[in-house]
């Protein structure tokens, strides 16, 4: 299969349409309008065989009965009020983090780079264990996570200004910071009591376990705003990829256009990590998928990418809560997973060249 | 039998795509052997199996009567040395520490560095003539000084046979004759066997004793300049039409390629200026590079910028494309200053086409040209007609329209240079400015792309500006001259008024003959040369020299 996704790419053949409405036109690559279809019928084929697993097995027909509101009691709170909102959270964050990958290892220009790597995700646990373990109250922990993340990210954007932002410096710098904020965390949970110190590793291990409607919430508005922004703004990214030089040469804002994408990337994998904390790999690993099945990321790949991080992060929660014996959170399986899976395809990439 | 051969290598990368197919080739011992072809028949690939650093599929290459590969990798070092293609160095390394690593194969655990290597490391800087800059960091050198250290490097392994790649490529005419010379003294006093990889053929022509001229991974000729250096074998090699001037007191010949354009020997009158620098002053950071310099570059005409390394060329450029803001001075784009326009606005009347973009992986030839309608686009209205025919229309004039769909990372180089400039030409403006865009290319594609851009100036009236390494391309190409050195403008018009042996020997620092180039009657630079010349090609017979005296003559 591996070869298939590699062999697809360098073979690739757009099928270029142009979508005409009024004043607004898009090219798009039907094939990759196809591969999101596709990719987005098997997202909605696995979240109702997600609904039917559990403890408590639910026939199909059940679940659609559960949906439409006309089933048992016991059927309809099992369904509405356990399933469907770990499942839209897992399918919601997903997304968030494959496109917030995308934006950072594009505007870097280095597949090694995504927020779990440059800071970001760090500066949102480092605040959020502090509150656990200092025990605030639960509720605000999405809103201080979110602070953490962003200001993260404006420590690591301000120390790598150096009158412009250069790619391998805001590396440097994250990597820098993450493992400064890193080992400040590690430290509140050894010092931590036993209680919360459980509860804090547990929430860094990255998980959907126990979302709520409210957590859905918060997830779909933020998608449904940055998604979209991180759409329109491929346009500009696309030429990014080509070199600054190339970018300023053909009349881009530069230096702004970096500072929206930074800003999207982060309020995407912020607001993914503040409800199930810093989930690992799929900011890697899903943009490099991505660009394998579809090529260089624009505007319909940025898509594309959104769809198989729901569809990967589905998967991996359902494969941590049922497949084995005992339940892990999804963050375990991702790592699990999906590092030994991101080692083959490097390797297979590799052994090409 | 040659100390150094290939018996019947067959080189492939990967399991399908093979660059050389059952080539044989003897090194001729104590000799210059330089390989030339073009791009992408294989020469550097060969050249890498002769050093042991590619193993052939078929055949094996012989070092004394041994098949290399057997041989311990160390053995081989003290024996042969190679200078790779745009090497890097690490960071913050000096000179003379990137020298000494060259004698890593005369040591071991057991036997720390002598004295015999500290002789050789300090005769190695000397050759180079690099003693003085020993305690500079590598990466804070010119390209020119750049290539030279490494050179030294390679010289301190002091083997009998050293295997050069493209060692003149990024120097000016001073270095590259330097160069040269240094290799011809190494063959003739110290009776080293040396083989080297040009890809400018007169570099080959002037130092070799045989040269071997490659096509599609095979050997089409090889023997002594003068008699492979014909203009039928020259075509058959690049597939491009040259002129072959030999000197008659024996010189060695001189090629120069000719195009499907022949710009007249008088340039066109220069009108109004399209583009304007006043006063400018202009750099980096802590390193000013630019200092005063006042230009006019005029309107549908082709400008040539030409100057030794680090004379400030790229760097006028960019300051003119507006991607540095200069310290002083102004320039204007149809006598408004640039500063005043929007980015976009900008980009719509004046193009720049950067030297070493970088291509994001599996981008299409097609997706590249694209971003140059970047700033006819919003994001809501990202493709058009016009944009579809300008696309279009750049991909025929470059003749990229059958690769649309490769990936520009499959391509070659000279195919990618065209892809590059399909997309400034997308962007459809009044003004373009490129920036060495023949370097890297055969002499072919290097006649193509100039072609292109006289085409360009002619038939759409379009301003050119463009930076060239080569002094002679400048002068056949050209209709105005900018001469730069040390970040000033010292010689400006057309280039019969403006070059001559002095100008060359002032700028360059070295000494040449210039005549009048037989196919058109503009200048030619024939570095360090005598001053008789006859004509080879038949063909030119009937193209007189127009007239010019023969300068400094």
Request: net charge neutral; with cysteine.
């Amino acid at each position: 299969m591996v070869r298939a996704l590699v062999s697809s790419q360098t073979e690739r053949r757009p099928r270029l349409r142009v979508v005409r409405v009024g004043g607004v036109a898009f090219r798009v690559d039907a094939s990759v309008l196809a591969m999101t279809g596709l990719a987005l019928a098997a997202l909605l084929a696995l979240s109702a065989w997600a609904l039917t697993l559990g403890s408590y097995r639910l026939p199909l027909a059940a679940v659609i009965a559960a949906l439409s509101g006309s089933g048992s009691d016991e059927a309809q709170f099992i369904v509405l009020d356990l399933r469907l909102p770990r499942i839209l959270a897992a399918v919601l964050i997903g997304p968030m983090l494959a496109m917030s990958g995308a934006i950072f290892q594009g505007l870097v220009r280095n597949p090694l780079v995504s927020p779990d790597v440059i800071g970001v995700n760090a500066g949102a646990a480092f605040v959020a264990v502090f509150w656990i373990t200092t025990r605030h109250s639960p509720a605000a922990l999405p809103l201080v996570a979110f602070a953490g993340a962003v200001v993260a990210a404006s420590i690591v954007y301000l120390l790598s200004w150096r009158g412009h932002i250069a790619g391998p410096r805001l590396i440097l710098v994250g990597i820098g910071v993450n493992a400064a904020l890193s080992a400040a965390t590690s430290f509140m949970v050894v010092r931590a009591e036993i209680n919360d110190a459980s509860r804090a590793v547990l929430w860094m291990t990255g998980s959907v376990y126990a979302s709520t409607w409210n957590d859905v919430r918060t997830l779909a508005l933020a998608l449904a705003v940055l998604g979209p922004v991180g759409i329109a703004l491929m346009w500009s990214l696309r030429v990014i990829q080509a070199g600054d030089l190339v970018a300023r040469s053909v009349g881009m804002p530069l230096e702004r256009v970096r500072l929206s994408l930074i800003l999207v990337g982060c309020g995407l994998s912020a607001v993914a990590v503040s409800v199930a904390g810093p989930i690992g790999f799929v900011a890697l690993m899903v943009p490099h998928l991505a660009r394998m099945l579809a090529g260089p990321m624009c505007g319909s790949v940025f898509a594309f990418t959104g769809v198989l991080g729901a569809l990967l992060l589905l998967g991996a929660d359902m494969v941590g809560q049922h497949a084995l014996p005992v339940g892990l959170p999804v963050g375990v399986v991702t790592a699990a997973v999906g590092a030994p899976y991101f080692l083959y395809l490097l390797y297979r990439v590799n052994a090409r060249l | 039998m040659a100390r150094l051969l290939a018996d019947t290598v067959t080189l492939a990368y990967g399991r399908d795509r093979v660059v050389v197919d059952g080539l044989s080739l003897e090194i001729p011992d104590k000799a210059v052997t330089a390989i030339i072809g073009p791009n992408g028949c294989g020469k550097s690939t060969l050249l890498r199996a002769l050093a042991r650093l590619l193993a052939p599929q078929r055949g094996c290459v012989v070092l004394d009567g041994e098949a290399i590969h057997r041989l311990p990798t160390r053995e081989v070092a003290r024996r042969l040395s190679l200078l790779p293609q745009q090497a890097s160095a690490p960071e913050a390394i000096t000179v003379e520490d990137l020298v000494r690593r060259g004698r890593y194969p005369h040591q071991s655990f057991f036997q720390p560095p002598s004295r015999r290597d500290q002789v050789a490391v300090e005769r190695a800087l000397e050759l180079a003539g690099m003693t003085e800059l020993r305690d500079v960091p590598v990466d804070e050198l010119s390209g020119g000084q750049r290539q030279r250290a490494w050179i030294a490097m390679t010289l301190a392994q002091e083997t009998p046979l050293l295997l050069l790649d493209e060692p003149t490529t990024y120097l000016d005419i001073a270095h590259q004759q330097e160069v040269l010379a240094l290799i011809r003294w190494l063959n003739r006093e110290e009776g080293r066997t040396v083989v080297l990889v040009v890809h400018d053929v007169n570099h080959a022509a002037q130092v070799s004793d045989c040269v071997v001229a490659m096509r599609g991974g095979q050997v089409v000729a090889q023997g002594p300049p003068d008699r492979v250096l014909s203009p039928e074998l020259l075509e058959r090699v690049f597939e491009v039409p040259c002129e072959v001037v030999v000197p008659s007191a024996s010189g060695s010949p001189v090629c120069m390629p000719r195009g499907r354009a022949l710009p007249p020997g008088n340039s066109a009158p220069a009108g109004r200026a399209a583009l304007r620098a006043e006063r400018l002053s202009s750099g980096y950071s802590r390193r000013p590079v630019l200092r005063d310099v006042t230009v006019s570059l005029p309107a549908g005409r082709v400008t040539a910028i030409v100057g030794p390394n680090a004379c400030g060329k790229s760097t006028l450029l960019r300051t003119l494309a507006r991607l540095l803001k200069p310290e002083a001075g102004i320039v204007f784009l149809d006598e408004r200053p640039v500063w005043e326009s929007s980015h976009r606005e900008f980009a719509r009347r004046l193009a720049l086409l950067a030297q070493g973009a970088t291509v994001p992986e599996g981008l299409l030839v097609e997706e590249l040209v694209a971003i140059g309608r970047y700033p006819y686009q919003r994001w809501y209205r990202q493709w058009s007609e016009r944009d579809q025919q300008a696309v279009e229309r750049a991909m025929v004039a470059t003749g990229v329209i059958d690769l649309r769909w490769r990936a520009v990372e499959t391509l070659s180089g000279g195919q990618r240079q065209r892809a590059w400039l399909a997309m400034a030409l997308a962007q459809e403006t009044p003004v373009l400015l490129l920036d060495e865009p023949t370097t890297f290319l055969d002499i072919a594609h290097q006649v193509e792309v100039l072609d292109l851009v006289w085409e360009l100036s002619r038939s759409e009236g379009r301003t050119v500006v463009v930076v060239l390494h080569d002094l002679n391309q400048a002068c056949r190409y050209a209709d105005e001259l900018v001469v730069m050195k040390d970040g000033r403008v010292v010689a400006a018009g057309p280039p019969a008024e403006v070059v001559d042996q002095e100008l060359v020997r002032d700028v360059f620092g070295v000494d040449s003959t210039v005549i009048p180039d037989p196919a058109t009657g503009r200048p030619l630079v024939l570095p360090g040369r005598a001053l008789e010349f006859e004509l080879a090609s038949e063909r030119l017979g009937e193209a007189e020299p127009r007239g010019r005296a023969w300068r400094g003559a």
